[in-house]
């Protein structure tokens, strides 16, 4: 059975370092806009589209859910996991990007305005969809969180 793990939340919460953890603790396929050519979310949804996933792969994007539909008719499975990244923390992760010379989005992007879209968004999600929040309030909160998630995605897949 083909099961995609989507991870989402805004720029700087956490998406990609926790994705990578939970990945690599699973030993599944993980797919972001750092490991795909070009880089990009069309990129991503190319290769969610060729048709090649027939396990488990673990999807990560901040705008992933602006194209949910399509991603769900390419899985017979679809557990989607919200990082809701306090706007501390956010603003923690913003200001240690910065002072590592990181670039990124998050330079361009309102990442308050990115989070309440998204928040937005993952509200609509129609009641079929296995979901799970994970509440990050504080910066050691990831810690707790992955080990929920880890537990969470042993009872889905």
């Known amino acids: 059975m ?11 919460s956490g998406k990609t370092t926790i994705s990578k953890k939970i990945s690599e603790y699973l030993d599944i396929k993980f797919l972001s806009e750092e490991n795909v050519s070009p880089k990009g979310l069309m ?8 048709g090649k996933f027939t ?9 992933i859910l602006n194209f949910i539909d399509d991603i769900t ?24 990007r910065k002072q590592n010379n990181i670039i990124g989005d998050y330079l361009n992007i309102d990442i308050f ?8 968004q993952f509200e609509t999600l129609k009641y079929d969809k296995i979901i799970y929040v994970a509440d990050i309030t504080k910066n050691n909160d990831y810690g707790i969180e992955f ?11």
Request: charged share 25%; glycine share 2%.
């Open 55 to 63: 396990d488990i792969v673990l999807i990560e994007h901040a705008n």
């Open 73 to 96: 008719d390419c899985f017979d499975k679809l557990i989607i996991i919200l990082l809701n990244t306090s706007d501390t923390v956010l603003a923690d992760n913003i200001n240690m």
């Open 43 to 50: 990129s991503i949804l190319r290769e969610i589209r060729s």
């Open 113 to 120: 305005e990115s989070k309440k879209e998204i928040q937005k």
């Open 147 to 157: 080990k929920n998630i880890i537990e969470f995605l042993s009872l889905h897949i």
């Open 2 to 12: 083909s099961t995609a793990i989507i991870i989402t939340g805004t720029i700087c």
